[in-house]
């Protein structure tokens, strides 16, 4: 978020980014839970509405810039990523969230992990993890166990998991963190952290399908499962050690930040700035370059 400076004299609260449209997701749907978490964390930074972009692709979760006072885009399937880069480099002064569900972000999306992360984009990217496809009626998506039974695995899935913490920390983002509805104080505050963070940020939050997702996964079950990163002293700067713990992906929860560059690197969009900045000091005046072409100007 290094161009984020907070402009604004208004303090604004949650309700000041949903907007009047009322969420159509399942009652007890945790998407809820991360409205509240993300409208808490905008009313913290307290940049105005009108300077954030919430960009989304396909899915249950991908209905959230709807609900939200922000600009919004709910996109292609898999492609939230793309465009949010888009959108960041021909406007840096935004802030631009990104959503995506398991589904979307880790299958047809899964390709653009690897080059957002790369590149280092300012984004923050927020993935409502449930382990299946909730919009489609419940089939195997990329992060559901394997042995699932689902509406398109009725004898149990053959596939390994996806596991999308270790994926994040192998590409090298700066910031990957988890949290769930289950906790929503860690969870606002993760939001907040990952979009305060000066360059491409990942939360994972455990977001339970209530209607076709595991019994295993719900916000009761996820209580016992839950393991706080920062209660087992945890250093968020060392890689390796997030790394290891990643793995235990998909059977206990680790809630908090795995991994937090301690020395960011520049971002894409500063050093588009500085490439900027350095070719028009060394560009040559219009009227020089108009001379060479018609010499009769001189
Ligand atoms: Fe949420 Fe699942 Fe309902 Fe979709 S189908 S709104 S993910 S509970």
């Known amino acids: 978020m290094s161009n984020l400076s907070p402009v604004s004299i208004k303090t604004f609260t949650a309700s000041d980014y949903k907007s009047d ?5 399942c009652p007890g749907c945790g998407d809820f839970g991360v409205l509240t978490a ?28 709807g609900y939200t006072t922000a600009y919004g885009f709910n ?33 047809i999306g899964g390709g653009h992990l690897a080059h957002v992360v790369r590149r280092n984009i300012d984004l923050t990217y927020i993935v409502m993890d449930n382990q299946i496809y909730g919009l489609t009626k419940g089939q195997l998506s990329p992060t559901s166990p394997k042995g699932l039974k689902t509406a398109s695995s009725n004898q149990g899935s053959l ?12 590409y090298g983002a700066g910031f990957v963190a988890q949290g769930t509805p289950a906790d929503m104080n860690g969870l606002t505050k993760l939001v907040e952290e990952g979009i305060r963070y000066p360059g491409f940020a990942f939360i994972n ?21 839950i393991r706080n990163l920062t209660d087992m002293g945890h250093d968020a700067t060392d890689r390796l050690k997030a790394m290891g713990l990643a793995q235990d992906y998909g059977t206990v929860i680790h ?44």
């Open 21 to 25: 449209l009322k969420p159509i997701w």
């Open 205 to 225: 939050i455990q977001s339970p399908c209530i209607t076709y997702g595991q019994a295993e996964t719900q916000l009761k079950v996820q209580k016992d499962k």
């Open 38 to 65: 993300v409208t808490r964390a905008l009313a913290s930074i307290g940049r105005p509405p009108h300077e954030i972009a919430f960009i989304s692709g396909i899915g249950c979760s991908s209905r959230i810039p």
């Open 159 to 170: 596939e390994e998991p996806v596991n999308p913490l270790l994926y994040m920390l192998a």
């Open 255 to 298: 809630n908090g930040v795995f991994y937090r560059n301690p020395t960011p690197p520049q971002s894409y969009g500063d050093k588009v700035k500085d490439r900027h900045a350095a070719l028009q000091a060394t560009a040559r005046p219009r009227q020089e370059i108009l001379k060479m072409f018609t010499p009769s100007l001189g």
């Open 75 to 107: 996109s292609v399937h898999g492609r939230s990523l793309p465009i949010a880069q888009g959108i960041k480099l021909a406007n840096p002064e935004l802030l631009v969230l990104v959503a995506s569900g398991d589904g979307d972000g880790f299958s």
